[in-house]
């Protein structure tokens, strides 16, 4: 047996559960004494990565999750967590109009609850009972099991994915998660949470050791399996009273897929800032700069702006004023010189502050020329974006 998360042949057993049911969830239509036996559960954990398993070798899975159903809208929980998890998840990654995959869709309640955000949303799923309950719901559904071959059946690439208390029935969850990103855009976000092991342990919930469930994962060993099949994580949370751990991901886009776009779209960047900005300077028209943090030293260095381009850099820290910017030379200088010597641009290259300093700008100091933001991309933010950030 080998740890489902790092390969390691060191595991050890943790917790034996004696009698327990052969399925905890999936019923029986009959009283049939073999597949309803009592069998003896046993936990194992790996040495190498503290990740907590079953032998996934004991599990007959494609026969069971053809008839395997998870109902997401019969209790007030449920609904309450997946209600609230749709509208971030959307409102996060503003997935208004894009194109999302949910991979195991259950009775498609949370992909439903996605449609009515405006999302369009399918799902691959290989039960025929949650895929007819989910179709009942209009969500589009793919017949198949998500494997190496997923991109023969599915052939399109989405902008989303979400899989919901999937990954820990999974034998191997990294062939899994590789197998997902064959259909995934490069950059693409995700929504995946599971049942968490943590919230077992600490409430002592023997009966949350089940048969059929193959991973226990907690916030770390979930994180370490999206790390290493290339999906980066962005947020890890908790949701509906602790039972479920989850993340935010990112998907790189196979090895070095966003390190290698980040290398190749360097001059890129700087050709688009130097386009804005050619067409004031060939106007006879002035831009300044707001930020004399490391961000803005590292960008006018390498973008070669000097005080021919730019002629002063503002700064709320007074500690700054009246030093100058490494590389660049550009004098920092207190915000009170936006009002005393007006430009007709202002770049903010304080990223992360971007909002406070566009509505500082216009409220406090009365600026009306254009904004310039740097992130994704260099662009001069239109007049609703800013009418949007001063409503905020």
């Avoid at 996605?114 to 039960?127: D, F, I, N, T, Y």
């Avoid at 991109?151 to 994915?161: G, S």
């Avoid at 688009?272 to 960008?299: D, F, M, N, Q």
Wanted: hydrophobic share 40%; aromatic share 10%.
């Amino acid at each position: 047996m080998k740890c489902i998360l790092c390969g390691s042949t060191d595991l050890r057993l943790t917790f034996l559960l004696e009698d327990g049911p052969r399925y905890a969830q999936k019923l029986l239509d009959s009283p049939d004494p073999v597949q309803g036996r009592r069998v003896d559960i046993s936990l194992y954990k790996c040495a190498d990565c503290d990740m907590v398993q079953i032998d996934p070798d004991t599990l007959e899975h494609d026969a069971y999750f053809e008839d395997y159903l998870m109902s997401r809208s019969c209790t007030e929980l449920y609904v309450r967590y997946d209600t609230g998890l749709a509208e971030d998840f959307v409102g996060r990654f503003d997935l208004e109009g894009k194109r999302v995959v949910e991979i195991g869709c259950g009775d498609g309640f949370f992909a439903e609850q996605l449609k009515l955000r405006g999302v369009e949303v399918c799902a691959v799923e290989p039960s025929a009972t949650a895929r007819g309950l989910a179709e009942q719901r209009g969500v589009e559904c793919y017949d198949v099991f998500l494997g190496p071959d997923i991109d023969t059946h599915v052939t399109e690439r989405f902008d989303a994915f979400v899989t919901k208390q999937v990954m820990d029935l999974v034998k191997d969850p990294n062939t899994f998660l590789a197998s997902l990103g064959r259909i995934l855009r490069p950059g693409a976000h995700g929504l995946v949470d599971v049942p968490s092991w943590t919230k077992t342990l600490l409430d002592r919930r023997y009966y949350d050791v089940l048969g059929d469930r193959v991973g226990y994962y907690t916030a770390r060993t979930l994180s370490e399996i999206l790390e290493r099949n290339h999906f980066h994580v962005l947020e890890v949370f908790r949701g509906a009273d602790d039972e479920y751990v989850g993340a935010y991901v990112c998907y790189e886009g196979g090895e070095d897929g966003l390190t290698e776009a980040f290398t190749s779209e360097f001059s890129e960047f700087k050709s688009r800032l130097s386009a804005i900005l050619e067409p004031y300077r060939a106007a006879g028209k002035r831009v300044a700069a707001w930020g004399a943090g490391a961000k803005g030293v590292t960008l006018f260095s390498f973008a070669r702006v000097d005080a021919s381009t730019i002629p002063y850099v503002v700064d709320k820290d007074p500690h700054k004023w009246g030093r100058y910017l490494p590389g660049s030379l550009l004098r920092v200088v207190p915000p009170e010189r936006v009002g005393q010597d007006p430009v007709d641009a202002m770049i903010i290259t304080g990223v992360m502050f971007s909002r406070e300093i566009t509505r500082e700008l216009v409220r406090d100091h009365g600026f009306t020329g254009d904004i310039i933001l740097l992130s994704p991309t260099p662009r001069v933010l239109g007049p609703e974006e800013t009418q949007a950030l001063l409503a905020t």
